[in-house]
């Protein structure tokens, strides 16, 4: 199964913004709830939001929440985060996966917040 791809990450100050997207292929991306996972550094890996494969069902870990947008276009097999006034915690490398443990991750996007 080939892994997706994740971009859009970058480095910004705090109260900044980045759009981050999931291009995946290899499997039913369209059948599949999705998830994005980050790992900061020297932290555990940790899910930050989730959507349902047909969207109606979007979770967000409580620190994000407010700040972060989900969203997928199944047409194109993207999933995107929306990362809105971000935090120096923020900090870390961001996956997309198909289960909140990280599965099937790609190499991930950095995101680094810092003044």
């Known amino acids: 199964q080939a892994r997706p791809v994740e971009s859009g990450g970058g480095s910004v100050q705090p109260g900044g913004s980045l759009n981050l997207s999931c291009a995946a292929s290899g499997f039913t991306f369209g059948a599949k709830d999705m998830w994005w996972v980050r790992q900061a550094p020297g932290k555990v890996l940790e899910w930050v939001a989730s959507i349902s494969s047909m969207s109606n069902v979007i979770w967000y870990r409580d620190s994000v929440r407010g700040r972060f947008i989900v969203s997928r276009d199944n047409a194109k097999n993207i999933m995107y985060l929306q990362l809105n006034s971000l935090k120096l915690e923020d900090t870390a490398i961001y996956y997309c996966?198909?289960?909140?443990?990280?599965?099937?991750r790609g190499q991930g996007t950095q995101v680094t917040v810092s003044s």
């Open positions: 996966a198909t289960n909140k443990y990280g599965s099937g």
